[in-house]
């Protein structure tokens, strides 16, 4: 009996990368212009005719839904390229665990840390990009759990509550462009370098993967 022949990997998501790092930029430098021409004032109290919230929010939601397409090609690179080794959440849950509240604020963080690892040679870069990752997600965190407090799109707070948490969201972004750097140019060099999966490694189209065992291990 022949062994399965092997499955192709597609060529790493370029085009979505570079149109996620925008879209993430775009937004921030919106964000930051309502910033800096409102300031921490109540919302009753925005300038007639602002344009920057609506843009904002728009532009928010545009490069949340260019991110989760950019990530859904490099999970489907990451399971090839790893031979079927990246389990655990089907290809749906692996988008909606983004979208979820409370678990938005750290399975993704386990999600991108497997696709890098699948990604990465086992060279110790696996560890350098697992810091990057858990920096970034930090500073996510800690500007999700801080906008709240009245700092974002102009609904009211101090001055230095603003000044942090557009200092967290920027941080945030740089990040977020690295690590969608970081992803695509790991699968970019490993597809270089030939890697295949076996046929039947990939589950079939809409399959649901079996849940875990327990909550997802960090390293």
């Not at 759990?145 to 603003?162: I, N």
């Amino acid at each position: 009996m022949t062994a399965p022949a092997p499955l192709p990997v597609p060529g790493a998501p370029w085009i979505a990368a570079r149109c996620a790092q925008a879209a993430v930029v775009a937004v921030v430098a919106v964000d930051l212009a309502r910033a800096v021409s409102v300031g921490p004032r109540p919302r009753h109290a925005l300038p007639a005719g602002a344009w920057f919230t609506p843009v904002l929010v728009w532009g928010t939601m545009l490069s949340a839904a260019v991110f989760l397409v950019w990530f859904a090609r490099c999970r489907r690179n990451a399971h090839l390229l790893s031979h079927g080794t990246v389990k655990g959440f089907s290809p749906a849950w692996g988008v909606l665990a983004w979208l979820i509240p409370v678990v938005n604020l750290w399975v993704p963080r386990v999600l991108v840390q497997d696709v890098l690892r699948a990604s990465t040679p086992g060279d110790g870069a696996a560890a350098r990009s697992d810091a990057l990752v858990n920096v970034w997600w930090g500073v996510w965190v800690a500007h999700v759990l801080f906008a709240p407090t009245g700092t974002w799109y102009g609904v009211g707070g101090s001055l230095p509550a603003e000044v942090a948490a557009e200092v967290l969201y920027g941080a945030a972004a740089v990040l977020a462009v690295a690590v969608i750097q970081r992803v695509t140019a790991r699968q970019a060099a490993g597809i270089a370098a030939g890697a295949v999966a076996p046929a039947g490694a990939l589950p079939p189209a809409g399959a649901v993967a079996p849940a875990p065992a327990g909550p997802p291990r960090t390293p």
